[in-house]
Nanobody
Framework: QVQLVESGGGLVQPGGSLRLSCAASRIIFSIYVMNWYRQAPGKQRELVATISSGGITNYADSVKGRFTISRDNAKNTMYLQMNSLTPEDTAVYYC?????????WGQGTQVTVSS
């Protein structure tokens, strides 16, 4: 069974930074497109950033210029560097990957941006 484990969430003040990690196991990590999603209270889960197996990245408009997605295939780990955080970034952040109907999710890590 594929396992994805997020870490790095926490409480941060507006304007601050956090770095999330997603450690993957039981998959050939290097061939998978990896995604970060987030879900704020009362809202639908939304795609935040994507990184292809070759390192091509895409971002939601709301995070462009502030967030950076990256991956280390040698460590089977994906990252999300989040800068200039605002209260609107408060959400549970999830790591996701998969092919077609076979989708895998981590348990999520809470990010709270508040003064």
């Amino acid at each position: 069974q594929v396992q994805l484990v997020e870490s790095g969430g926490g409480l941060v003040q507006p304007g601050g930074s956090l770095r999330l990690s997603c450690a993957a196991s039981r998959i050939i990590f290097s061939i998978y497109v990896m995604n970060w999603y987030r879900q704020a209270p009362g809202k639908q889960r939304e795609l935040v950033a994507t990184i292809s197996s070759g390192g091509i990245t895409n971002y939601a408009d709301s995070v462009k210029g502030r967030f950076t997605i990256s991956r280390d295939n040698a460590k089977n780990t994906m990252y999300l560097q989040m800068n200039s955080l605002t209260p609107e970034d408060t959400a549970v952040y999830y790591c996701n990957t998969g092919f077609g109907a076979a989708q895998y999710w981590g348990q999520g890590t809470q990010v709270t941006v508040s003064s």
